[in-house]
């Protein structure tokens, strides 16, 4: 496949700013997004020069495949602003390399790093207004790539149209987050795309999901499809579990998203002495723990999510409270990663990247 020689953009600036009207002290995320998009088509195996123009409606034909096959994938990404008005990223390469596997997996074109970066930082500095300071602030980054060919026969589409929108974000969830244990629907199978951000994984979570909220909770840990006995991803987040002092999580597989918070993490707890095992979670283990009182802690990681605690959980009718724990880890492990990602702390693993 070959590209134009570089990835220079074509930029259309909006002629006026949506900015004053936006009250940053009570976003709800995902609603309002920043003035500019990135847009790059694909087309004839060639991804087309970039373009950065005012954020827009698109128009598509009825036809076009991801209407019907949802040939779609995206990536969740933050940009943050330090106290001197600087902007970084968080492990951007670790966003790219992740669109391109889930592409892959969808018969999607790879979409190249440069055009990836350059757009994106490019966008970022256009747009760098709406990026407020504070621990708490960060914009929240959605590339995503859709199949735009009109055409309805069950195959790849032949083309494609990659684009980064951009909503300024607080808390994903507010306060603490109780969770259904799931016994019957599942998210993702063994060779299935449940490793992918592919558009699909998230639509179908939304009904049984939609079930467990008429019960009170706001997510779902997914278990494994074949037995419903191992706990793997809320869907939304990567899930650990505190026993005692040591963490668990489930290992990544072709059911589990590679978390780039997950990961983050896990080198988090080696740097602060606490071990973690990566192994597959029984249920039955993790309801022994609560009764027993060595389960001190449960909580999410992702990006939206950055690290939310899960206050209770419910499996097979049974309803398991975990108390409040002082010293915890989910405490810890997210002043330690927002201090990083907003140039707080020291950046010893090299996550950090400024957007010049
Ligand atoms: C993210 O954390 O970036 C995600 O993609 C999860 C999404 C459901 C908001």
Request: charge should be neutral.
């Amino acid at each position: 496949m070959t590209n134009p020689s570089n990835s220079e953009i074509d930029i259309v600036k909006s002629s006026k700013s949506k900015i004053k009207d936006v009250d940053f002290n009570n976003l709800v995320f995902g609603r309002i997004f920043t003035d500019h998009m990135f847009v790059c088509d694909f087309i004839d195996g060639v991804w087309q020069q970039p373009k950065i123009m005012p954020y827009q409606a698109m128009s598509f034909e009825p036809s076009a495949r991801v209407f019907h096959y949802g040939q779609a994938v995206f990536e969740g990404m933050k940009a943050y602003k330090d106290e001197n008005g600087k902007i970084w990223l968080f492990r951007p390469d670790e966003n790219h390399k992740r669109i391109n596997k889930s592409a892959a997996r969808l018969a999607m074109p790879e979409f190249p790093r440069d055009y990836f970066l350059n757009g994106l930082e490019t966008l970022l500095k256009m747009d760098k207004e709406w990026i407020k300071s504070g621990i708490g602030n960060s914009l929240y980054i959605r590339p995503f790539v859709i199949a735009t060919e009109p055409a309805i026969s069950a195959s790849p589409a032949n083309s494609y149209r990659f684009i980064i929108i951009c909503s300024p974000a607080k808390a994903y969830y507010s306060g603490k987050v109780r969770v259904l244990f799931a016994e019957k629907y599942s998210r993702s199978a063994n060779g299935g795309v449940g490793f992918a951000k592919a558009a699909g994984n998230y639509a179908a979570q939304f009904y049984p999901t939609a079930l467990a909220q008429e019960k009170g909770y706001q997510q779902i840990i997914w278990t494994d499809a074949s037995s419903h006995e191992f706990l793997e991803e809320a869907g939304t987040m990567n899930i650990f579990f505190r026993i005692n002092d040591s963490l668990v999580t489930a290992p990544i597989s072709d059911r589990i998203l590679d978390g780039i918070t997950r990961k983050s993490i896990i080198q988090l707890a080696e740097d602060n002495g606490i071990t973690v095992e990566v192994k597959r979670v029984p249920v039955t283990e993790i309801k022994e723990a609560a009764r027993n009182g060595s389960l001190k802690e449960i909580f999410g990681a992702g990006t939206a999510a950055v690290i939310s605690p899960i206050s209770a959980f419910e499996h097979a009718e049974e309803v398991f409270e975990i108390p409040d724990n002082e010293d915890s880890y989910a405490s810890l492990f997210k002043k330690q990663l927002l201090e990083i990602q907003h140039n707080v702390s020291q950046d010893k693993h090299h996550w950090r990247h400024e957007v010049k």
